[in-house]
Antibody, heavy 119, light 107 residues
Framework: QVRLVQSGPEVQRPRASVRVSCRAS????????IHWVRQAPGQGLEWMGW????????NISRKFQDRVTMTRATSIGTAYLDMSRLGSDDTAIYFC????????????WGQGTLVVVSS | DIQLTQSPSFLSAPVGDRVTITCRAS??????LAWYQQKPGKAPKLLIY???TLQSGVSSRFSGSGSGTEFTLSISSLQPEDSATYYC?????????FGQGTRLEIE
């Protein structure tokens, strides 16, 4: 069955960086985009960007372009979200999700990774 | 960016009732609209895609309609497990955006 399994919770200091991973299984990794969506405590959903695992090409929201990198390791079916210069407003749950095309909905989601930014 | 406005923001209804949630887009999104259900501490779950197509495995009590700028999600014969927050999402224009959510409470 399709599964997206994310890395564990993180606590980081302000201005630090964090990496969240998303390991896919149960389908052909390169056939689906991987998106990253975050949710601040008690708030709604915010799309951060996608990566096309086939080409490695990302499409990152303008809001995050200067401090977010999205990469993948096709040999192990894993996508990565790297975010630098963390601030307290980056405290959120970070989800990965897949879609078969950019215009198609997100049919499977990871379980979420809590990132807390605190001094 | 396209803004999605959901109404109402909160809804309370008894078991067995039918409810409707509306999602309005600030500009047309054709039929590239999805609905998700999210329960506390869980990832969102896809309910409806392409405005009106039921995702495999989702109860037929859920239905979606609309195109352009106005869309609805209806839930019939409410069950206790329908208590959740519901989000719409447009995928017509990137960045894809979500509505602010509608919290549904089952009385």
């Amino acid at each position: 069955q399709v599964r997206l399994v994310q890395s564990g919770p993180e606590v980081q200091r302000p201005r630090a960086s964090v990496r969240v991973s998303c390991r896919a299984s149960g389908y052909t990794f390169t056939d689906y985009y991987i998106h990253w969506v975050r949710q601040a405590p008690g708030q709604g959903l915010e799309w951060m960007g996608w990566i096309d695992p086939k080409s490695g090409g990302p499409n990152i929201s303008r809001k995050f372009q200067d401090r977010v990198t999205m990469t993948r390791a096709t040999s192990i079916g894993t996508a990565y979200l790297d975010m630098s210069r963390l601030g307290s407003d980056d405290t959120a749950i970070y989800f990965c999700a897949r879609s078969q095309m950019a215009t198609l909905s997100f049919d499977y989601w990871g379980q979420g990774t809590l990132v807390v930014v605190s001094s | 960016d396209i803004q999605l406005t959901q109404s109402p923001s909160f809804l309370s209804a008894p078991v067995g009732d039918r409810v409707t949630i509306t999602c309005r887009a600030s500009q047309g999104v054709n039929s590239y609209l999805a609905w998700y259900q999210q329960k506390p501490g869980k990832a969102p779950k896809l309910l409806i895609y392409a405005a009106s197509t039921l995702q495999s495995g989702v109860s037929s009590r859920f239905s979606g309609s609309g195109s352009g700028t106005e869309f609805t999600l209806s839930i019939s014969s409410l069950q206790p497990e329908d208590s959740a927050t519901y989000y719409c999402q447009q995928l017509n224009t990137y960045p894809t955006t979500f509505g602010q959510g509608t919290r549904l409470e089952i009385e």
